[in-house]
């Protein structure tokens, strides 16, 4: 039994939800969302809460119960208050600025770094080393911010690169003489 797919999920206020067979529409002050259940799941919208349920008792019905609410939940959060990721950059040399819509970054290499955020994503560099991320879905905040990782991921010796703000980065000793 999914112990997340049971909790039902309360609609706030100034947020509309529309339920129209598997199709489910979310409306906030951030934006709009929308997503599509899957067959196995049956999802309600009712007294200003939507409930998930499973259709079947498979366990691929059972495991896209929990799966379904969740994302469905995220959505109803990313309308109302967004999602956010912070990056920072450490190195000498390293620095990230604006360029447009266009996230720019030297990251020790020999050419400049130019990074195109996706729909519904916006970036902000707060401080040259200081990387802002944010949007209405928790899927794309988080793959932008994984790719702009990417591009130097920290490294255990010196502890240079991109990382997320408050990332733990387990240090290893250099050679010895």
């Given at each position: 039994?999914?112990?997340?797919?049971?909790?039902?999920?309360?609609?706030?206020?100034?947020?509309?939800?529309?339920?129209?067979?598997?199709?489910?529409?979310?409306?906030?002050?951030?934006?709009?969302?929308?997503?599509?259940?899957?067959?196995?799941?049956?999802?309600?919208?009712?007294?200003?809460?939507?409930?998930?349920?499973?259709?079947?008792?498979?366990?691929?019905?059972?495991?896209?119960?929990?799966?379904?609410?969740?994302?469905?939940?995220?959505?109803?959060?990313?309308?109302?208050?967004?999602?956010?990721?912070?990056?920072?950059?450490?190195?000498?040399?390293?620095?990230?600025?604006?360029?447009?819509?266009?996230?720019?970054?030297?990251?020790?290499?020999?050419?400049e770094i130019i990074y195109t955020p996706p729909e519904g994503v916006t970036i902000a560099?707060?401080?040259?080393?200081?990387?802002?991320?944010?949007?209405?879905?928790?899927?794309?905040?988080?793959?932008?911010?994984?790719?702009?990782?990417?591009?130097?991921?920290?490294?255990?010796?010196?502890?240079?690169?991109?990382?997320?703000?408050?990332?733990?980065?387990?240090?290893?000793?250099?050679?010895?003489?």
């Amino acid at each position: 039994m999914s112990r997340v797919g049971k909790k039902p999920i309360p609609a706030p206020s100034g947020v509309t939800v529309t339920v129209k067979g598997q199709e489910v529409s979310v409306k906030g002050p951030k934006g709009a969302a929308n997503f599509r259940a899957h067959d196995d799941v049956e999802v309600a919208f009712g007294n200003g809460e939507l409930t998930v349920k499973p259709r079947h008792e498979t366990p691929r019905a059972r495991a896209l119960w929990g799966t379904t609410r969740a994302v469905i939940a995220n959505q109803i959060k990313g309308v109302t208050q967004g999602f956010e990721k912070n990056l920072e950059m450490t190195g000498v040399g390293y620095r990230a600025a604006m360029q447009g819509k266009n996230l720019q970054m030297q990251l020790g290499y020999s050419h400049e770094i130019i990074y195109t955020p996706p729909e519904g994503v916006t970036i902000a560099v707060p401080k040259p080393t200081e990387i802002k991320i944010s949007g209405t879905d928790a899927q794309t905040v988080g793959q932008a911010a994984a790719e702009i990782r990417s591009y130097r991921p920290p490294e255990p010796y010196k502890g240079k690169g991109v990382r997320y703000a408050g990332e733990y980065i387990r240090r290893k000793e250099g050679k010895k003489k």
